[in-house]
Nanobody, 122 residues
Framework: QVQLVESGGGLVQAGGSLRLSCTASRWTFATFHMGWFRQAPGKEREFVAAVSVSDEPTVYADSVKGRFTISRDNANNIMYLQMSRLKPEDTAVYYC???????????????WGQGTQVTVSS
């Protein structure tokens, strides 16, 4: 029903930047809150950031506040995660997600993309 495709991952040195993109249908963008999760090897998947279907509010994990920015380009059905001042601990597979419930600290994700690898070298 909801298909999400993320891209933009890669290898970057610590302190650098990457921008991830997530594409979906126009219906998806108009209907659901969207966000990003990540999963490092041997660790549980964790919430990173989310943006309301109404563009506001945005929600960030404490670990990325001030460094990452989430946004929606509703005209083109693209969600972005701009990542700056990257750290080795940001290394993970990043997943685009969509859901119906957005809280002050989390997105109740129901649909997921396949993931894109982000590797930050020291």
């Amino acid at each position: 029903q909801v298909q999400l495709v993320e891209s933009g991952g890669g290898l970057v040195q610590a302190g650098g930047s990457l921008r991830l993109s997530c594409t979906a249908s126009r219906w998806t963008f108009a209907t659901f809150h969207m966000g990003w999760f990540r999963q490092a090897p041997g660790k549980e998947r964790e919430f990173v950031a989310a943006v309301s279907v109404s563009d506001e509010p945005t929600v960030y994990a404490d670990s990325v506040k001030g460094r990452f920015t989430i946004s929606r380009d509703n005209a083109n059905n693209i969600m972005y995660l701009q990542m700056s001042r990257l750290k080795p601990e940001d290394t993970a597979v990043y997943y685009c997600a969509a859901g119906q419930l957005l809280t002050y600290s989390h997105l109740d994700a129901k649909w997921w993309g396949q993931g894109t690898q982000v590797t930050v070298s020291s």
